[in-house]
T-cell receptor, first 115, second 110 residues
């Protein structure tokens, strides 16, 4: 158990819909990362937050957005869903923003299926 | 854009065999991490290597960071079915962004 909690674990929704994925980081971790993993694309970095502020952006679509709340939990919002958005979405957290050897811990993922 | 390549992409071996997987980049990283991911689960950190030339051992797994901090290898001795999984390397750059490789999918047959 990494200490990172993600909900829901599985989600099936129709094209055009909107879903919210939730992540609680490990206790004490200030950084939260979101990743998308699909069979053909591997693990793709979406976005990172540190202590409530956006810190880095990766290959995140404009239809997707995220935020980190004062209690440090984070949500990833996916809208106007398309079949190609079906994937495993991982949240990860780490304790510090900088420093050599920084380690990130992954949750078990939210499996999204768009039909 | 920093990219990490991993080879081989797929590897299927018999129990008891040895294997080495590689992680290569043209970029320099402040550290490099190896993760193992099993189906339906998130990646789990195996090791972090920080110093160029560093070698770390974790039971039957040996990790090496290249002298130039651009590449790494993972050697498994006497592989077991429990080693089956997706092995991911992740480079950490000096801005603390994590770059993941595409992974090596290992299958160890009993």
């Amino acid at each position: 158990d990494s200490g990172v909690t993600q909900t829901p674990k599985h989600l099936i929704t129709a094209t055009g819909q909107r879903v919210t994925l939730r992540c609680s980081p490990r206790s004490g971790d200030l950084s939260v990362y979101w990743y998308q993993q699909s069979l053909d694309q591997g693990l793709q970095f979406l976005i990172q937050y540190y202590n409530g502020e956006e810190r880095a952006k990766g290959n995140i679509l404009e239809r997707f957005s995220a935020q980190q709340f004062p209690d440090l939990h984070s949500e990833l919002n996916l809208s106007s869903l398309e079949l190609g958005d079906s994937a495993l979405y991982f949240c990860a957290s780490s304790v510090e923003l900088r420093g050599s050897g920084n380690t990130i811990y992954f949750g078990e993922g939210s499996w999204l299926t768009v039909v | 854009t920093q990219l990490l390549e991993q080879s081989p992409q797929f590897l299927s071996i018999q129990e008891g065999e040895n294997l080495t997987v590689y992680c290569n980049s043209s970029s320099v990283f402040s550290s490099l991490q190896w993760y193992r991911q099993e189906p339906g689960e998130g990646p789990v950190l195996l090791v972090t290597v920080v110093t160029g030339g560093e070698v770390k051992k974790l039971k039957r797994l040996t990790f090496q960071f290249g002298d130039a901090r651009k590449d790494s290898s993972l050697h498994i001795t006497a592989a077991q079915p429990g080693d089956t999984g997706l092995y991911l390397c992740a480079g950490v750059n000096y801005g603390q962004n994590f770059v993941f490789g595409p992974g090596t999918r290992l299958s160890v047959l009993p």
